[in-house]
């Protein structure tokens, strides 16, 4: 059972591009969250998905950051314009729902994170 | 509102019990959390306790939950050289709830 999968690993864009995040969460996972580091920082919340459905988005920037968890294919993280402040480590997490198999709910999963870096 | 704070930096000698701390403010907080994290990759769920234990042990570590006091602590027995690493200290309110994270402690073992 493969974990989370985010992709690319490292992302570099200039300032003004725009940045794609993807994570796949774990089989059997329908609950996504995303999380940003900062350098010598703890994680803090962005949004929080489930397939179709922006549950909570009360961490994400009101400009620029959208997020979507289509019914088919990984969640993406989309950073429109970026700017040298977006550069980070961006941390996709899963959770599976009370009826699957596996882990409790209560478990998030982390991925291994996407670097970004603007210049 | 939720906040979690963490001492920044503990060293430890090999063989040595390691003890991190974590304090946290919101009292309506269900879940508590520790995770692990080595240099250039993601979390690594170690444990995680309900509020209603005092306290949970799996193999090496040990997890103490003060309620009252608000307080958590991380204890590895026989810290090894791979035990280095930034560890996370986390709450959340419901099992699906998102998590709010201290800020991270650096743990060094030297040999």
């Known amino acids: 059972n493969a974990g989370v999968m985010q992709n690319p690993r490292h992302l570099v864009r200039r300032r003004g591009q725009e940045a794609r995040l993807r994570c796949s969460p774990m089989?059997?996972?329908?609950?996504v969250y995303w999380y940003r580091q900062l350098p010598e920082e703890g994680l803090k919340f962005m949004v929080y998905?489930?397939?179709?459905?922006?549950?909570?988005e009360s961490g994400m920037p009101k400009e620029r950051f959208s997020a979507e968890f289509p019914k088919e294919g990984p969640s993406i993280l989309r950073i429109q314009q970026v700017v040298r402040g977006d550069s980070a480590a961006y941390f996709c997490?899963?959770?599976?729902?009370?009826?699957?198999?596996?882990?409790?709910?209560?478990?998030?999963?982390f991925g291994p994170g996407t670097r970004l870096t603007v210049t | 509102g939720e906040d979690v704070e963490q001492s920044l930096f503990l060293s430890v000698r090999e063989g040595d019990s390691s003890v991190i701390n974590c304090t946290y403010t919101?009292?309506?907080?269900?879940?508590l959390y520790w995770y692990k994290q080595e240099p250039g990759a993601g979390l690594q769920l170690l444990t995680y306790?309900?509020?209603?234990?005092d306290m949970k042990q799996d193999q090496r570590l040990t997890v103490l939950l003060n309620k009252k006091d608000k307080h958590l602590s991380l204890r590895i027995a026989d810290t090894q050289t791979g035990d280095s690493a930034i560890y996370f200290c986390?709450?959340?309110?419901?099992?699906?709830?998102?998590?709010?994270f201290g800020k991270g402690t650096m743990l060094l073992v030297s040999p």
């Open positions: 997490a899963s959770s599976p729902t009370l009826r699957g198999q596996g882990a409790s709910p209560y478990e998030q999963y």
């Open positions: 089989k059997g996972h329908s609950h």
């Open positions: 998905l489930q397939k179709e459905n922006i549950i909570d």
């Open positions: 919101d009292s309506s907080s269900t879940y």
């Open positions: 306790i309900f509020s209603n234990m």
């Open positions: 986390a709450e959340s309110l419901s099992g699906y709830s998102t998590l709010t």
